[in-house]
């Protein structure tokens, strides 16, 4: 398949290592990747904030970068930006009277899939050929876990990874308490539920804590760093697109 990457400004700023993870693991699997240099934000802090009509502007932008390359699909590693554009540019599309706008972002949209979605539902894999030796629990984010409905797929694609030692998250629903903006705004519960997430994190005695969102794993692996667990945090991307010749 030919499959464009968006990266996401959260990756693209902070975490450039996942959207290369991407890349290497989706060539290993003998498709073409493309990365689209004029993408930008899909809008989802403006739209989560109440800046609806900065919004809109995005929604066109995404829409005319990613359907000039007609791509068989395009994919994020991040479950929150792709549930922005596949439940909420059209909303944006609809509420400011855009009628074309509304017909490109439904030409588009579905083709548009977080990496677990696009591995396991389009390419039909769960084996990548991974090999990741470390004890390692899974945080379902938010987004992945209650807008796009992931199910089980990251985790059928790690309890394929050779010589991984996957354990459960207990209370493995609950969300760590980052949120976005909710994590600046609300910072006494937000450190509440981080606490409650970074002790159940430490009950699985893991080396690593994944999940298919950076933002996910910032906040929690920030208080981890903080309180010196030695616990690390690995994108599932980076754990799939690792082989046992890497170093």
């Known amino acids: 398949m030919r499959i464009a990457l968006f990266i996401t400004c959260f990756n693209d700023t902070m975490f450039p290592d996942t959207g290369k993870a991407v890349v290497s693991l989706l060539e290993r699997l003998g498709h073409t990747v493309e990365f689209p240099p004029a993408q930008t934000c899909c809008g989802q802090m403006h739209f989560n904030t109440g800046y ?10 995404f829409a005319g970068v990613f359907e000039q ?3 068989d699909a395009v994919v994020a590693p991040s479950g929150s930006c792709v549930g922005m554009v596949r439940d909420y540019h059209r909303v944006v599309a609809e509420q400011y009277g855009d009628d074309a706008l509304v017909r490109r972002v439904d030409r588009i949209t579905p083709k548009v899939y977080e990496l677990s979605e696009l591995l396991v539902d389009v390419l039909g894999v769960t084996d990548v050929g991974a090999y990741f030796p470390h004890r390692v ?6 987004h992945s876990l209650r807008m796009l409905r992931v199910g089980d797929r990251p985790l059928r694609l790690l309890r394929a990874v050779k010589g991984i030692d996957l354990v459960e998250l207990p209370a493995a629903d609950s969300c760590c308490g980052f949120g976005g903006t909710f994590a600046l705004k609300n910072p006494d519960t937000s450190n509440a539920m981080l606490a409650d997430k970074m002790r159940a994190v430490l009950d699985t005695r893991a080396d690593v804590l994944t ?9 929690i692996g920030g208080g981890l760093d903080r309180l010196r667990t030695g616990v690390g945090t690995r994108h599932l991307a980076e754990i799939l697109a690792s082989t046992q010749g890497a170093a």
């Open 52 to 61: 609806r009509p900065e919004t809109l502007p995005m929604v066109r932008r």
């Open 69 to 71: 390359g007609e791509y």
């Open 137 to 142: 629990t899974y945080h379902p984010t938010c």
């Open 211 to 219: 999940a298919g969102d950076n933002s996910c794993l910032m906040h």
